[in-house]
């Protein structure tokens, strides 16, 4: 049976998945931890997930309903002998998260080099935001209130290429400024707003040869060691050098870049060690933080990201490396395909393409399918009675 259905094929779901060939053949392998052969691979697993995320399924049970049931799901995403219940979610929740990992970086690597680059002027800007994920009171591990449960990912946006490039995953409570250094490569430029201001995080980084552009408190206590000269016309109305906070607090050791701006009514002012820009380049580049924002929005909504699968802090890791690898395709996707950022209008094209292509194939199998020959039988005469 499994190898009539292998003939059921999508041109354009095996295209999609094209980008992971490579990456498979140098990941860590996957291991049975017992005697037993693993009922699910790690490609079975990451099939699964990748097929949950480019679908529109509620949940775990109604993914597994697919498998089970659709034909085209039973041969191109469920194992061989298909996958039991109870075998998924154990999987989920114990292994494959080192393996998504690692295909997470080199698919992170593809598109980096498949995407054009924007802002080049600005440097390589990384947008760090956090985004809090709704759990159930069963998930013991992720405390955020009393009768509340809330995970947290944590996650460095490149807005040059338009994709995640760095994830954590901690309770609803976890700290967002510890992850700073962590997400961040010497020479790229972390873009934050006023919950990541840290004096002590900005001498650090500057330490390790990262840049930040940072929104801080207005009152924030500045001693200003010089002020820049601002050109006529220029959007800001302050740009000096300072430090920030006072002896008797946490005081920068380092010299920073205050500059500050009104939009609509509102002052920002934007604490940041890019002495090599224009103050309306930092001003630019702030502003295109927004794009982690509308990425986490994006990715809520229509890739069922956030429907919990698994419970675990382990489970809810493989789940959330599995929706941003799911992502990355997309992305190379609808560059490779479509010259185009990802968008909705896209993904469904290609679920629709995918639906319509294995109809098709199915329908062809079938007009193509023999039609046994019937035996011939003579038909028995009927005897005529004689006339009396």
């Known amino acids: 049976m499994k190898n009539c259905l292998k003939k059921l094929t999508s041109k354009s779901f095996d295209r999609f998945l094209e980008p992971l060939n490579e990456i498979l053949k140098q990941i860590t392998p996957l291991i049975s931890g017992g005697n037993r052969p693993l009922q699910m691979t790690f490609e079975d697993q990451l099939r699964i997930l990748i097929y949950y995320h480019l679908g529109e399924y509620i949940s775990g049970r109604h993914l597994l309903q697919v498998l089970e049931e659709e034909e085209f799901a039973k041969a191109n995403v469920a194992p061989e002998k298909g996958i039991a219940k109870s075998s998924f979610f154990e999987a989920l929740n114990t292994r494959g998260l080192e393996q998504l990992m690692e295909v997470f970086e080199g698919l992170k690597l593809q598109a980096a080099d498949v995407l054009p680059g924007e802002y080049s002027d600005l440097g390589n800007l990384i947008a760090i935001d956090g985004s809090l994920i709704e759990g159930v009171l069963s998930m013991d591990w992720a405390d955020y209130r009393k009768d509340t449960k809330k995970a947290k990912a944590h996650v460095g946006f490149n807005i040059n290429k338009g994709i995640p490039c760095k994830a954590f995953v901690t309770d609803g409570n976890g700290g967002e400024r510890p992850f700073v250094t962590q997400i961040l490569e010497p020479g790229e430029t972390s873009v934050t707003d006023r919950g990541y201001q840290c004096h002590k995080s900005f001498d650090l980084l500057q330490e390790e040869g990262k840049f930040f552009v940072c ?174």
């Open 215 to 388: 929104r801080i408190k207005e009152n924030t206590t500045k001693t200003v060691i010089k002020d820049n000269p601002i050109p006529e016309g220029a959007l800001v109305f302050y740009d000096s050098v300072v430090t920030l906070g006072s002896e008797t607090s946490i005081q920068t050791k380092r010299d920073v870049r205050l500059i500050a701006y009104t939009i609509e009514g509102i002052d920002y002012w934007i604490a940041t060690n890019r002495f090599d820009l224009e103050a309306d380049q930092i001003a630019e580049a702030y502003r295109l933080r927004w794009q982690v924002e509308s990425f986490f929005a994006w990715w809520k909504r229509h890739l069922s990201v956030y429907h919990i699968l698994a419970r675990s802090e382990y489970g809810l890791k493989v789940q959330i490396f599995a929706g941003l690898i799911t992502y990355l395709l997309l992305a190379i996707y609808c560059q490779q395909e479509h010259g185009e950022k990802v968008s909705i209008k896209r993904i469904r094209e290609l679920r629709n393409q995918i639906v319509n292509e294995s109809r098709g194939e199915s329908q062809e199998r079938s007009r193509k399918r023999p039609v046994k020959n019937k035996k011939y039988r003579p038909k028995k005469r009927r005897r005529r009675s004689a006339k009396t």
